[in-house]
Structures are given as structure tokens and as C-alpha cells.
């Protein structure tokens, strides 16, 4: 079932999740123990990051080089084929734009189509490329692109012009940034690149994480007026730590209130921080259930029992 099709038919409101695949060399255990302790709360969707591939310069023992070609978290298309054969949920895996070529984001959706999974997020991926497109090859530059070229292939077009090629049938999310993306000079101009996204053929946009409700509800406001229509579901993250307070502005390019910021500072021990972070989501949950939000999406990664503890509160309002 396709993410456009459960928020079309859902009668209540759902919570969806992101998970990140285990490190190389990882064990699945721990991604198994994670999906079994969100199953009982039915999440429609879950999504799977992906990481492009990283270029290593390896010395040798006689004094040169070695370029190796490495990815530090490999296997969402895997796990994506556990989570759809195995706990029969939706799995919808990223495919990016940077460090990968239009013939092998090709190749890569072949296989999901094979799999028979059938959502994908379409998303630029931050940074510059950590390695080299070959000569005669090229990549998509930007999410609304990538878009494109989905698109493209559920109509039946190829990067090499194939007769009778088989269409696929994608559901595509995409991102989008309350806060902007902080590469975007102001949100107007992000806004703009949402609507060419949306103009390309995406169907929904997850948003970033935020901790104040009030930047996404002018930003939904500000989307409507410029013409975008497409399901925006709100990303929330729980706040476990104190070095989050510094880390996730970094990473993520956000800001966190002062009164959250204070009430971690307060907190004296791991469990009462987690603690605040918990309520801090249950008051933001409830908040954007109350105001008519179809669906609230989580960025748990694996770390699943601050997730499962905030989900037995809001039970009573889903």
C-alpha cells in the first residue's frame, strides 16, 4: 500500500518512524528488537536511510595509494524486504541524489520495483559527493530531479531508450524544511524548490524535525499560499540528552526553545532528561493531533524505548 493511499484512508490518526540501518559489520538483532517494539503501535510506513558510498585513500606498504569505495551503513534495501515479507509494513527507502549516478539510481529502483516495494523518499543528500562520477555518466543534481526520473520510469521511460519497457508504480515523498534548508538564503526560496518538487511529481513531504509547533504551522500556511498541496507530515524527534542541545542545531540546522533548552539543563540524571524530551514530544504530538495533523512521523533511528514509552501516553488521542 502505497504512504499516499494510508493518508487517504485512514479514519485515525497514524504514527509513522525512520530507522537507520546497523553499521557495517553490525548485527540485525538489534534492528529486529527495535521493529518488534513499534509493531504493537501499527505504523502505517517505516522509513530507511541510505548513505552514499565514501572514497577511502588506503596507503600501501610501498608508499602509494589505494582508492577504495566504501559505504559505512550498506543494507536498506534488505531490510526494507524484512520489514515488507517479514512485518508486513510498508518500508520506504531513501534513494539520493549525491553520490550516485542516474544509471545506478536506475538500477537501484529496478530492484525495490522487483522487491515489490513500492514507496521511495527522494532526497538531494547534504554535502558534496564523496566520490566521482565516471566519465559519460551523470547524476541528478537536485531532489526535484530525482523526482523526475521516477516519475519518468513509472511512465515507462529509461535512461537508455528500451521498447516496451516495463513502468513501475512509486508512491515519491519527498522533504521539506520548516526552518528552511539552511543552504536556502530564506524559506520563500525554499518553499520554491518544495512546489518544483511537488510540480515534478511528489505526492507528500516529510518534514525536518523541529521543536516548536508554531514554525510548522506557518510554514504549512506559507506552502498553501504558494500553491503546494500535498500532504505535509510533521518529523519529531525526542531529545535524550544534553549534548543534543548542541548537536542537533549543528546537524540538523534547527532551533531549540529556550524552555526545553532549560529543562534539560535542569535535569540531573540521563532518565530525567529523557524524561523532559518525552513530554516535551507529548505536548508537540497532541498539539498537531488537535490541529488536525493526519499523521505524526518519528525520527527514532534505533534507539526505540524513549519512542515506545511516549506512544503509551498518546495512545488515548490516536
Known amino acids: 500500500m502505497k504512504v499516499i493511499e494510508h493518508l487517504q ?11 537507520i540501518p546497523p553499521k557495517r559489520g553490525g548485527s540485525i538483532k538489534e534492528f529486529h528488537e527495535a521493529i518488534e517494539s513499534i509493531r504493537p503501535f501499527n505504523p502505517p510506513f517505516i522509513n530507511v536511510t541510505s548513505h552514499a558510498a565514501d572514497v577511502v585513500w588506503e596507503e600501501r606498504a610501498d608508499g602509494t595509494f589505494h582508492k577504495r569505495t566504501r559505504r559505512k551503513s550498506p543494507g536498506t534495501f534488505g531490510l526494507c524486504a524484512v520489514i515488507k515479507y517479514k512485518y508486513n509494513i510498508e518500508p520506504v527507502p531513501h534513494i539520493l541524489c549525491a553520490g550516485f549516478t542516474r544509471e545506478e539510481t536506475e538500477d537501484a529502483l529496478i530492484e525495490l520495483n522487483y522487491l515489490g516495494i513500492e514507496n521511495v523518499l527522494a532526497i538531494r543528500g547534504d554535502g558534496k559527493p564523496k566520490r566521482e562520477i565516471a566519465p559519460g555518466r551523470t ?6 530531479e530525482l523526482v523526475q526520473q521516477v516519475v519518468n520510469m513509472n511512465k515507462g521511460t529509461y535512461q537508455e531508450q528500451l521498447m516496451d519497457a516495463a513502468k513501475t508504480d512509486f508512491c515519491v515523498g519527498v522533504s521539506a524544511y520548516p526552518e528552511k534548508h539552511f543552504e536556502s538564503p530564506n524559506l520563500m526560496f525554499d518553499l520554491e524548490i518544495l512546489k518544483k518538487k511537488q510540480d515534478a511529481g511528489a505526492q507528500y513531504a516529510v518534514t525536518q524535525m523541529f521543536y516548536d509547533n508554531q514554525k510548522y504551522f506557518d510554514f504549512c500556511d506559507r506552502a498553501r499560499k504558494m500553491g503546494i498541496t500535498i500532504p505535509l507530515i510533521p518529523g519529531l524527534k525526542i531529545l535524550t540528552s544534553k549534548q543534543q542541545l548542541t548537536s542537533i542545531p549543528r546537524s540538523f540546522h534547527i532551533d531549540i526553545p529556550y524552555e526545553l533548552t532549560q529543562s534539560v539543563m535542569a535535569a540531573e540524571t540521563p532518565a530525567e532528561i529523557a524524561q523532559v524530551g518525552i513530554e516535551w514530544s507529548y505536548r508537540q504530538a497532541v498539539d498537531l493531533l488537535e490541529k488536525g495533523a493526519p499523521i505524526l512521523h518519528f525520527y527514532i533511528m534505533q534507539r526505540t524505548r524513549p519512542f515506545v514509552r511516549l506512544m503509551e501516553m498518546l495512545q488515548k488521542h490516536l
Not at 547524476?139 to 526535484?144: M, P, T
Open 9 to 19: 484512508s485512514a479514519t485515525n490518526p497514524q504514527v509513522s518512524v525512520e530507522i
Open 139 to 144: 547524476s541528478n543534481a537536485f531532489a526535484s
